[in-house]
């Protein structure tokens, strides 16, 4: 049985980054949709929230923890682990496989400025991937959420990488992953360098605002299940 962490009321296998890439290798051919996502301060501080957000959270076939205070928060102290988050190597190993393997994906973003800044980015950096389609969440409702769908299966991408900062992407996947034809689905939240907040200041300081919030979090749900 696989071991469990547990960081405010949601439960997460425990995994390396290397056990990721085994299980999307496993998966590509899947005729079932295999899911996968980062794991972050703010995702985590949204999920307290917001229960869809939870479900997709502890849906997820692997997640990957992609910041150190996440770890040390579940009380782990697993070299490999905290060195996996601080180095964000998941995402290296990720895009050099899908290069390597000339893989078809298809970009989902919550808004297409950031889809197209990811796309230019896997351009310059990975040439080898071969991006299938694009689309954004940007507009509302059960019609354009439709239209996405049929655009996904349409080119029947080995994946779908998603970029999201409100998270939109990873609510569309909980709730419409039945209806995709693809094998495996990334959703890679706005951690990626080129989804970072312009100059050095403003980063530092947002930064240093969701560990303040983050820790802050942590301690009042501590309290409130002491006193359950």
């Known amino acids: 049985m696989s071991e469990t962490i547990e960081i405010m009321g949601i439960s997460l296998e425990k995994c390396y980054a290397a056990d990721v890439m085994e299980s999307i290798d496993e998966h590509w051919n899947s005729n079932v949709l295999a899911t996968y996502g ?22 997820l076939d692997k997640a990957v923890v992609d910041e150190p205070e996440v770890i040390r928060a579940a009380g782990i102290t697993d070299e490999q682990m905290l060195e996996d988050a601080t180095g964000h190597g998941f995402f290296g190993t990720l895009f050099w496989l899908l290069n390597e393997y000339k893989n078809r994906i298809f970009i989902l973003g919550d808004k297409m400025e950031d889809v197209e800044k990811f796309c230019n980015y896997l351009q310059e950096k990975y040439p080898q991937i071969v991006i299938a389609g694009k689309d954004s969440l940007e507009e509302a409702g059960a019609d354009h959420e439709d239209r996405v769908i049929n655009e996904i299966n349409g080119v029947s991408p080995h994946a779908v990488l998603s970029c999201s900062r409100t998270y939109e992407t990873e609510r569309f996947v909980k709730r419409k992953r039945k209806m995709l034809n693809t094998g495996v689905w990334f959703s890679l939240g706005s951690c990626l360098e080129i989804f970072n907040e312009t100059g050095v200041k403003a980063g530092w300081l947002n930064r240093l605002m969701e560990k303040s919030n983050f820790k802050k979090m942590i301690s009042e749900y501590k309290d409130k299940t002491e006193k359950m």
């Open 38 to 59: 980062t794991i972050t301060m703010k995702l985590l501080m949204e999920a307290q929230n917001d229960e869809e957000l939870k479900a997709y959270v502890e849906g």
